[in-house]
Nanobody
Framework: QVQLVESGGGLVQPGGSMRLSCAAS????????MGWYRQAPGKLRELVAS???????TVADSVKGRFTVSRDDPKNSVDLQMNNLKPEDTAVYYC??????????WGQGTQVTVSS
């Protein structure tokens, strides 16, 4: 059973930066898309940013220009660099991998709180 292990969450002040990392516990066959979602209290889970094998990047409008997604395929890992954080970025962030044969993997979630 593949597990996605996330790290890097916590408390940060508005305007600060934080980097989230996610690595698979073992190699995943046929990875197509790697990325991050988030879910704030009382809201639906939403896509934050993702990257395909071809390098195509999708970024939510709310974080464009502030968040950057990157992946390291040999390591089966994906990172999310978050700059100029705002209180509305407060949420649980989930790593996501979509692979061949419609396999979808989720991390356990890491809390990011932006507050002074």
């Amino acid at each position: 059973q593949v597990q996605l292990v996330e790290s890097g969450g916590g408390l940060v002040q508005p305007g600060g930066s934080m980097r989230l990392s996610c690595a698979a516990s073992r190699s995943i066959f046929g990875i197509n898309i790697m990325g991050w979602y988030r879910q704030a209290p009382g809201k639906l889970r939403e896509l934050v940013a993702s990257m395909t094998n071809a390098g195509e990047i999708t970024v939510a409008d709310s974080v464009k220009g502030r968040f950057t997604v990157s992946r390291d395929d040999p390591k089966n890992s994906v990172d999310l660099q978050m700059n100029n954080l705002k209180p509305e970025d407060t949420a649980v962030y989930y790593c996501n991998v979509r692979a061949a044969f419609h396999h979808v993997y989720w991390g356990q979630g890491t809390q990011v709180t932006v507050s002074s």
